[in-house]
């Protein structure tokens, strides 16, 4: 028995050290906790996105300078743009495209890199409010309060040429986004009718939003699309789980909620207003947490990329960026040095852990030897030998042999 659970102990600690596994641990993006990041310049920043490693912000004030990029949310650096007012910008297909205000027919702007900008013509000279991609498409909506519906809503192929669309309703569509085979888009007035939605970007049909609300954001995420809303306490948030039927939710505080997106789990909004409040979370998109922002700014968009939040404002000085989470291509060098360093001192360990147990199982056999010595040894202290012809019986020390067999010293 000894001999067995020596062995099945030494089986075990080797099965548990050819089999163990070392977790690096590394912060994900949490919303929660935001620091303040200096922006390129202090212009009025309206939007930010992610794409191809780079974080893009554009802006509406600034001369030559509104469009600022970052690979990791901290460092940021101002690039030559058209001198429109930018409100809006997405990626997709290889392409950042940026939309805005003001200007004859240069209220597009392109990029493949996010460095370098060529203005484009817009299907009509509105005020581009919010743009998209989606399915192989952009789409940006408007916010136009003259004429009618029949050209609040542009999209492209390409990002290039752009084509009128026909609106659902005649309202100031504020914001749009793409998820789940649909785009929806969200407007700050309208009776009842403050939602539209698209399979194509081409054809739009009204839905009845939760409340009217003057509606500032959309996203989409794990299966749910989550507006959020300047007024309309307390419901200033409503979701969808396929954009047509609408719910109200309780925001976290009553706020002008301008911004929401989705990342790592995680819905996020921005707020204008509501110090130190600017900032809710949910893992849900119905529970809403208040976070503290990093500073008391104009908070008007916000992105997830790369495991990492970032927002951007259209006030403060030298602090209108903040980030929430792991610090892009920083953090992911630091992280891969941590990841290796923990990776070669768990080889060491079982480098040395193995060693030990090829010289404990090195020892079996003598353990054994040992055992089965002692074993003699006690038997022959203990009991007497008695010998009959090739055959050995032991009987307690002071006892006589049975009958036929002789004493053996």
Do not use: H
Not at 42 to 59: C, E, H, I, M, R
Not at 82 to 111: C, H, I, K
Not at 183 to 196: D, Y
Not at 251 to 276: C, E, I, R
């Amino acid at each position: 028995m000894l001999k067995i659970n020596f062995r099945t102990s030494v089986i075990a600690v080797v099965i548990a050290s050819l089999f163990s596994i070392s977790v690096v641990s590394q912060a994900a993006a949490d919303g929660i906790t935001w620091t303040s990041r200096t922006s390129a310049v202090d212009n009025g920043w309206y939007s930010v996105t992610y794409g191809n490693g780079l974080f893009v912000a554009v802006g509406g004030t600034g001369t030559g300078n509104r469009v600022m990029t970052s690979p990791d949310g901290i460092t940021w650096t101002s690039r030559t743009s058209a001198d429109s007012g930018w409100l809006s910008v997405t990626y997709g297909n290889g392409l950042f495209v940026a939309v805005g205000v003001g200007g004859t027919g240069n209220q597009v702007m392109t990029s493949p890199d996010g460095i370098t900008w060529t203005s484009r013509t817009s299907a009509a000279d509105n005020i581009w409010r919010s743009v998209a991609y989606g399915n192989g498409l952009f789409v940006a909506v408007s916010d136009n309060i003259q004429g009618d519906a029949t050209n609040r809503v542009m999209s492209s192929t390409d990002g290039i040429t752009w084509t009128s669309r026909t609106s659902a309703a005649d309202n100031s569509w504020y914001s749009v986004t793409y998820g789940n085979g649909l785009f929806v888009a969200v407007s700050t007035n309208g009776a009842g009718n403050r939602v539209m939605t698209s399979p194509d970007g081409t054809t739009w049909t009204s839905r009845s939003s939760a409340a009217n609300n003057s509606w500032r954001g959309v996203t989409y995420g794990n299966g749910l699309f989550v507006a959020v809303s300047v007024g309309g306490s307390p419901n200033q948030v409503m979701t969808s789980p396929d954009g047509i039927t609408w719910t109200s939710r309780t925001s976290a505080a009553d706020n002008n909620w301008f911004s929401v997106t989705y990342g790592n789990g995680l819905f996020v909004a921005v707020s204008t207003t509501g110090s130190p409040n600017q900032v809710m979370t949910s893992a849900d998109g119905i529970t809403w947490t208040s976070r503290t922002s990093a500073a008391d700014n104009f908070w008007s968009s916000v992105i997830y990329g790369d495991g990492l939040f970032v927002a951007v404002s259209f006030s403060g000085t030298g602090n209108r960026v903040m980030t929430s989470g792991v610090i892009g291509a920083t953090a992911r060098t630091a992280a891969a040095a941590n990841a290796e360093a923990a990776r070669a001192a768990e080889a060491a360990r079982k480098a040395k852990e193995q060693k030990e147990l090829m010289e404990i199982l090195a020892l079996i056999p003598s353990i054994g030897e040992l055992t089965l010595s002692l074993g003699e040894t006690t038997q022959s202290l203990y009991s007497t030998k008695c010998v009959k012809g090739k055959t050995t019986k032991y009987v307690k020390y002071g006892a006589k042999c049975p009958k036929g067999y002789v004493k053996k010293k």
